[in-house]
């Protein structure tokens, strides 16, 4: 059993369509991370959230941190080719003093 | 500076014999973590070292594996009497706080057997 759900786990849209990923849990986090993992590479950090209702943007992506901090999205405007990869999330409990990823979605944005 | 490096890039060995995987994490990063990732799959957790304290082995598959981190730093993955099943992308990733801290990744080895 995942600590941490994210869906859809399989995503292929257009180019130039929005799209919105989730990852849920019901445990609250100290911090929620999203990376990115492209083919044959580690994961790269994309950001990561530490308030409960706080969004951050990086470019054409937004991510949210839900009020509870046991949920979180990522929306992705305007896709390009470059967005394709695996998109993870991570959580981490003060509590238990580490970090879990859920399993990821994949994107696939056609050009 | 140097970011996380791990070697073997690639290995390729027999089922039955056994491997070690190495992963250098940046240095003064206190926490240090093993994952597994299967080919299009997301990352299993192994195992996670934290300082001086008991490594948390939940995520170990089976006896077969064993992880030690020397002096805080070096840590060493030993995969014994491979099976096929084993064949994966393994990832090291280091941060500084465990709970709260970014996790650098390495490039990860990816382990063939055949």
């Known amino acids: 059993t995942q600590l941490l759900e994210q869906s859809p786990q399989f995503l292929s849209i257009q180019e130039g369509e929005n799209l919105t990923v989730y990852c849920n849990s019901s445990?609250?986090?100290?911090?929620l991370q999203w990376y990115r993992q492209e083919p044959g590479e580690g994961p790269v950090l994309l950001v990561t959230v530490v308030t409960g209702g706080e969004v951050k943007k990086l470019k054409r992506l937004t991510f949210q941190f839900g009020d509870a901090r046991k949920d979180s999205s990522l929306h992705i405007t305007a896709a390009q080719p470059g967005d394709t990869g695996l998109y993870l999330c991570a959580g981490g409990r003060v509590s238990v003093n580490d970090m879990r990823f859920g399993a990821g979605t994949r994107l696939t944005v056609k050009p | 500076g140097a970011g996380v490096s791990q070697s073997p890039s690639n290995k390729v060995t027999e089922k039955g014999k056994d491997v070690e995987l190495r992963c250098d994490p940046i240095s003064g990063h206190t926490a240090l973590y093993w994952y597994r990732q299967s080919l299009g799959q997301g990352l299993e957790f192994l195992i996670y070292f934290q300082g001086n304290s008991a490594p948390d082995k939940s995520g170990l598959p089976s006896d077969r594996f064993s992880a030690e981190r020397t002096g805080g730093s070096v840590s060493t993955l030993t995969i014994q009497r491979t099976q096929q099943e084993d064949s994966a992308v393994y990832l090291c990733?280091?941060?500084?706080?465990?709970?709260?801290?970014?996790?650098?990744f390495g490039p990860g080895t990816r382990l063939t057997v055949t």
């Open positions: 445990s609250v986090f100290s911090s």
């Open positions: 990733a280091s941060s500084f706080l465990a709970a709260r801290g970014e996790q650098y």
